[in-house]
Structures are given as C-alpha cells and as structure tokens.
C-alpha cells in the first residue's frame, strides 16, 4: 500500500483519500480470473488505478499543439491577429455587476474561488459519492453468502437428554405359550399380565456429527442410559455404549466437486460483484472526468462572452466620440447598443450556463447544490491535454478485450454457470447411499461408575450395513433445470459476443473522435485568427469611415463563434480521450502523466 501511495505522488488529504480507496479495491481484487474460455484460467489483477498510458499505445512521438499549429502554418505567413486567450480570472470579473443595472447581480466574492485539480474532483467523488457508496455495499453482501457457503461444512455437537416417570396400574396381557427343555414347562399355556408398578427413565446422548465433503456424515456419540423400576421386583440398571455410523451417496451427491460446487459459485459471484464495483466506479470517475471539462468549457465560454460584450462597449464608446467630434452618423450609436445588447444576452446565458455546470458536479460529488456560485465558485485548474497521438489501434484494441471489466464480469459468471451445470448432471442421477452402523456396547451395571468399565472389551457390540436407491420415475425436473443452465450458460456466450462487439465499436469510434477533435482544433485555431484578424481590419476601416458598425459587429460576432468552437473543440478532444481510457476499462491517467511538462 505504502508504495501505491508513492507512487501516485498524492500531495493532499484528498489525494491520500483516494489513494487509499485504489488501495483498499486493489487488496479485494479477485484473483485467477477467468479469460477466454472459462476453462482455461489466467491471472488478472484488478486495480482501480490502472491509468490509461497514451505513451504505450502512440506509433511516433506526440505531437505538441504548438508544434501542430506551426507545421499546419508552413505554408502560410505569420500571422500577427490576436489568438484565443482563456482567461479564468478575468471571467470571474464578468460575474460582478457591470456598467447597467440590467445585468444579474451575482455576488461574487472574487477571492474566495475554490480552486479544484481534476483529481481533487475523483477523490471528493470517491469519498462522497453516493452512487458509489450504494455499490460498496454489494461486495460486503457478496462476502456473507460465500461464508456461508463456506459454513456448510461446519460440525455440530449434539446433545440429548431425557427423563421420565411412569406410574402404570395393572394390565391382562397376552396368551403366550412356553416352549423349554424342561418337560413340565413345554406346551403349557399362561397368561401375561403387567402388574401395577412405577417406573423412571433418564436417557442421555452426546456426539458430533462431521459433514464430509464428498457428501456423506460421519456421526459419533456416547448414549447413557438408567432405568428404576419401584415396588415388587425393584431394580436399577445403568447401561452405555459407545456408537459410530457413516452414510455416504455413491451416485447423486456423491464427490467433492459437487458438494463444494455452491462455494465455487459464491466464489465466482462474489469476485463478479467486485469487479462491478470497480466499473461503477470507473463508470463514476470518468462521467466526473466529462462534468469537470464540461465547467471548464463554461467558464471559457463566460471569458468569451465578457470579451465580445467588452469590445462591443469599447465600440459604443468609440462611436459616441465620433458622433460627438462629427465623424459618425448618429446612427450608428443605435447600432453600437443593438450589438452591446445583443452580447449582454449572450453573457446572461453563460453565466447560467456555468451555474449548471457547477452545481452538476457538485451533484456527482454530493456537495450542496443549493450553494450559489458567487459564494464559492469552483474554478477548474487542471489544464487541457493537448499533445496529439498516432495510435497503434491493434495493441490498444488486444488491452481493452482483456481488461474491460464488463468482460471479466462475464467470464467469472460464464465459469460459474459451468459449475453449476456440473451440479445439476449430478441431480439428474439415481440417489443411491450406503449406510453403516457400529455399536460397543456395555453390560449391565447397577452402579453408574462400573457401567464404562467393559464398554471397549469387545464382549458385546452390534453393526449393521444397508444400501438406499431413489429415483423419480420421469426425472423431468431436474432434467428441466440442467437444460435451463445450459441454455442460460448459451445466452451468456451470445452475451459476451456482443459485448465484445461492442467494445471494438467503442474502441473505433473513441480512436476516430480523437482524430476528428484535434483536427477541429487546428482548424478553429485558424478560424480565430483570421477572424480576429478581420474584426482588426473592419475596426479600422470604419474608422476611415469605409464600414458600418452593423460590419463591424458581424466580424465581431464571427470572432466570438470561432473562439467557442476551439474552446468546444479543445473539450471534445479531453472527452474523446476520457472516452478511450473507459473502452479499456482503465481512467485517464492524470495522476502518473507528467501533462504539464508537454503543454509547453
């Protein structure tokens, strides 16, 4: 654990917090799991940790963003237009009230931001997210039906005692005729009668009976009994043995595999809720990886938004100076405040917008949604990913079909139903078991401390043997429930071959978008600056008095729209990626990849 913990460099209780959960799944992490066909068993260790390495996958060096920018430029001349500038903190700004009472009053206490890295975000979301809490709790269950699985062959102790008095009044009994060697007695017929008398009983009994696993018990114990019988003919007899018996199956429920056949399946079920905890985990940490892009994107949005409805009050002022010095129609102060009106409804929106990204991963990090921003924004840190991979599409696809955990989680269920089909073949046979007694027995004492002096000297002792058969006549219901596990089992199969499908599909496809989002990256990049550079040039024609304001305001606008795309594009590209990790069952490793060295 100490050198887990090293080796995710965590520097904060949070860090440390999810470090310990990765160590605490990664101790619980089932072992031997199955992998192909569920025969052949291989070793796989599940770890909640298991960072998605671009390195490992990447054909040729990454390439950084700057460095794509100047090759996508080669042919192009420098251009000197503004580039896209996300500024967090002067986005911040365009929270407070500005120069109209129009605009919402926020409150925001600029100094007091929270300022979150994306693993403060999983670690917040792995210490308090309920969803994953709920999941915990299915290992727990999980962990009591395999001991009691396991408890089956436990063995008991047994204890039996009984007394009685029995106070019985004369009786005719029956008509028996003698047969002896003595003359006078032989062929003479008399009559039994039970005469009155009192009678007391005490019967004791103690063993254990031992569960074997090839199905069979084995029982010893030690009876004692003591009987007294008062008035005419008194007596008290004391007489113990010692008594061992075995029965064993020989044909249904006979052999250690069958009768260890449920552990195995505990077994099985309980690693497969593991690793179901450990993919709702993931499923938890990656649809938090997305939220955390999704405020970054809206706060970048906010910062675009502020700029366009700046530049546009800058316009209206200029105007105004114009029209004043009689340079300008008045009229285009109309249109100056038609544009200044236009960007504060645009800025109203993402200022909401932000407000909804905030409070939904508050939500996935169970925080206070009923907090309002200006109290205590959460302001995104962590910086985009932007270096660009040539993927070996054939080594990633060959890790994710052996790591993905819905497919590990299929083949522990897929070795578990061939247990239990295993089993039911058992049912379907004849019950068929052999039984054996043995008795040491002592004789008859009058005093309790002379009865076990003669149990073990082999005078008197009894045993006895038999055999037992059973079987249904048509046999149809467990001839039922054989076929229905091996359909269920052939379901399954057909299961994991579209869940195998699937992952390549998710594989392809995630390969495909990150492609897609970085070459919308470049081109957006482009997109800004040669609208910045015509928002510059329109600017100064109109002051030549050679464009309107309403030109001026629509290279503004399309300034704005290309600076949304990149900052759109830079978040798909960081979801595209986030995407990748899942298909392989693994979380984007920003905990072990050294990001900020590469964004330079």
């Known amino acids: 654990m100490i050198i887990l913990l090293n080796h995710l460099n965590c520097n904060n209780t949070k860090d440390h917090l999810a470090a310990l959960f990765i160590c605490i799944c990664t101790i619980v992490s089932p072992q031997g799991l199955w992998a192909g066909e569920p025969e052949n068993m291989l070793s796989h260790e599940l770890r909640l940790d298991e960072n998605l390495n671009l390195d490992r996958y990447a054909t040729t060096p990454p390439t950084k963003l700057k460095e794509a920018i100047r090759e996508y430029q080669s042919t192009r001349e420098k251009d000197a237009a503004k580039l896209l500038k996300l500024d967090i903190k002067d986005a911040l700004k365009a929270l407070q009230p500005l120069d109209t009472d129009t605009f919402s009053q926020s409150g925001l206490d600029t100094q007091s931001t929270n300022n979150l890295t994306i693993m403060d975000v999983r670690a917040n979301a792995l210490e308090n997210n309920l969803s994953i809490k709920v999941a915990q709790v299915d290992p727990l269950l999980a962990s009591t039906e395999v001991r009691g699985e396991r408890a089956k062959f436990d063995q008991i102790i047994f204890a039996y005692a009984k007394y009685g008095q029995f106070d ?103 690693q497969a809720v593991q690793v179901k905890t450990k993919l709702q985990s993931i499923r938890i940490l ?28 800058q316009n209206l002022e200029m105007v105004k100076n114009r029209v004043k010095e009689g340079l300008t129609a008045a009229i285009e102060i109309n249109r100056a405040e038609i544009g200044v009106a236009d960007r504060m409804e645009a800025l109203v929106i993402a200022e909401t917008n932000l407000k909804i990204a905030q409070r939904q991963l508050q939500f996935y990090m169970n925080e206070d949604i009923t907090k309002q921003l200006g109290s205590n924004p959460i302001v995104p840190v962590t910086q985009p990913y932007l270096v660009k991979y040539e993927f070996n599409r054939t080594q990633l696809m060959e890790d994710a079909l052996a790591g993905r955990l819905e497919l590990l989680e299929q083949e522990l269920k897929l070795s578990a139903d061939l247990i239990n089909i295993d089993y039911l073949e058992n049912q ?17 004492n009058n005093s309790f401390g002379d009865n076990y002096r003669n149990v073990l000297n082999g005078d008197f002792n009894d045993w006895s043997i038999g055999l037992k058969f059973e079987m249904p006549l048509s046999n149809e219901l467990r001839k039922s429930r054989l076929e229905n596990a091996v359909q269920q089992r052939n379901q399954r199969l057909l299961t994991k071959q579209l869940q195998i499908l699937t992952v390549k599909r998710e594989i392809y496809d995630a390969l495909d978008y990150v492609d897609q989002n970085w070459q919308r990256i470049l081109a957006a990049r482009q997109q800004v600056l040669i609208a910045g550079s015509n928002y510059e040039a329109e600017l100064k024609q109109f002051n030549e008095g050679l464009r309107t304001m309403t030109e001026v305001l629509e ?11 990149e900052v759109k594009a830079i978040t798909d590209y960081q979801i595209a990626l986030v995407d990748i990790a899942y298909a392989t069952g693994t979380l984007l490793g920003y905990s072990n990849l050294l990001i900020d060295n590469r964004i330079n």
């Open 168 to 270: 019985t009044p004369q009786i005719a009994g029956d008509k028996v005729e003698f047969k002896s060697d003595n003359p006078a007695l032989d062929g003479q017929q008399v009559k039994l009668s039970k005469i009155e008398q009192v009678k007391e009983s005490l019967e004791l009994d103690v063993g254990i009976k031992v569960p074997l696993r090839t199905g069979g018990f084995v029982t010893l114990s030690a009876p004692l009994e003591n009987k007294v019988s008062k008035g005419k003919f008194e007596s008290d007899e004391y007489r113990s043995a010692l008594r061992f018996s075995i029965s064993q199956p020989l044909f249904r429920d006979a052999g250690t595999r069958v009768n260890e056949a449920s552990i195995q399946i505990a077994e099985f079920s309980q």
């Open 286 to 313: 990656t649809t938090v990886d997305k939220a955390y892009w999704d405020l970054y994107q809206a706060w970048a949005q906010l910062d675009i938004r502020r700029q366009q409805f700046e530049y546009a009050s």
């Open 428 to 444: 379907t046979l004849p019950m068929f078991s052999l039984d054996y007694q043995y008795g040491a027995l002592s004789n008859t």
């Open 555 to 565: 290279t503004l606008t399309r300034l704005g729209e290309a600076q949304l795309k």
